[in-house]
């Protein structure tokens, strides 16, 4: 896969990187939460050599040999039963399980390097309390002197000194809040690349929701557009309703128009306008010559 396609990759699955990563972050910086805040206390001490007898190359092997040496030592379980023998004033009930889970807990406490050649030695311990801190480094300083711990040396020919009393860090330094994040973040940006490197198309699952998505809205649409409300007069013309009577007039009136239906009227019904154009008729009747009565009472009784 070229540069470009990549980047035009990335753009488009930008959400897919965004959200790998966030979930990187978030579980380094639970893990991050969960350990215990520990604070250092820093020390140096400095390796000395006689080199009345000897050159400045075999003393500074000789010191490179010598303190990579005591470094080892210090994490062994030997060196914490040895310091918990001596008289160094800390809280043993820090270490108060089987001697695996002792050696594991003094190897997460204690940590010591050596500058090589020049004979220096860093030594730093970890601990929740920073007076406890600086009570186990000084501890481990005056072992290494006395030269008691389980390295044993001569000495007429070695000698070592503090250069560096024990420092104590003013927060805490572990874990490394800064630290884990940064590599949280560039591991989770990695990954989301790599996978959307190896997996440039999206899964199965998010096209069959696509699809499913799709299909859902679809028949939506195109029943939106073949409701009879939407369907002209002429169409609902094609659909009868209901079978009118043949005989009435109104009914024949709807089914030929049914929007502008008129109810039929007979013939030989006088138009209402016509009717109140035409003035009322009064028959009077005529006196014009006088009207004689004949007969008798007899008459009018029937006899």
């Known amino acids: 896969m070229e540069t470009k396609d990549f ?3 990335f753009k488009k699955r930008k959400i897919t990187v965004i959200s790998i990563t966030l979930i990187f972050v978030i579980v380094g910086l639970t893990i991050t939460l969960i350990q215990p805040l520990k604070y250092s206390a820093k020390s140096r001490l400095l390796i000395l050599q006689s080199s009345s007898s000897t050159d400045a190359y075999t003393v500074a092997r000789s010191n490179e040999y010598v303190g990579s040496l005591i470094s080892e030592v210090i994490y062994s379980g030997s060196f914490l039963d040895s310091l918990e023998n001596s008289s160094a004033v800390f809280d043993r009930n820090y270490f108060n399980g089987n001697y695996k889970d002792n050696v594991k807990k003094w190897s997460e406490t204690v940590f010591a390097r050596s500058s090589g050649s020049t004979g220096v030695i860093d030594v730093e311990v970890y601990h929740t309390n920073p007076e406890e801190a600086k009570n186990i480094a000084n501890g481990v300083n005056q072992l290494i002197i006395s030269g008691q711990s389980p390295y044993k040396f001569d000495p007429n020919q070695t000698k070592i000194n503090i250069i560096d009393e024990p420092v104590v860090s003013t927060f805490p330094v572990k874990p490394n809040i800064l630290i884990n994040l940064s590599l949280s973040l560039l591991f989770g940006f990695l990954s989301a690349c790599s996978y959307i490197y190896l997996f440039p198309k999206e899964k199965v ?5 696509k699809e499913l998505f799709g299909a859902q809205n679809q028949p939506a649409k195109n029943q939106i557009h073949n409701t009879p409300a939407f369907q002209p007069v002429q169409a ?13 007039p109104v009914f024949e009136a709807i089914t030929s128009n049914p929007i502008y239906a008129e109810t039929a009227v007979p013939e030989n019904l006088p138009v209402f306008s016509q009717i109140l154009e035409e003035e009322p008729q009064i028959i009077e009747p005529e006196f014009n010559e006088p009207h004689h009565f004949q007969g008798n009472i007899g008459n009018v009784l029937g006899e």
């Open 236 to 248: 609902i013309q094609d659909v009868p309703v209901f079978e009118p009577i043949q005989d009435t």
């Open 205 to 209: 699952s998010e096209k069959l929701a």
């Open 7 to 9: 980047i035009k990759l």
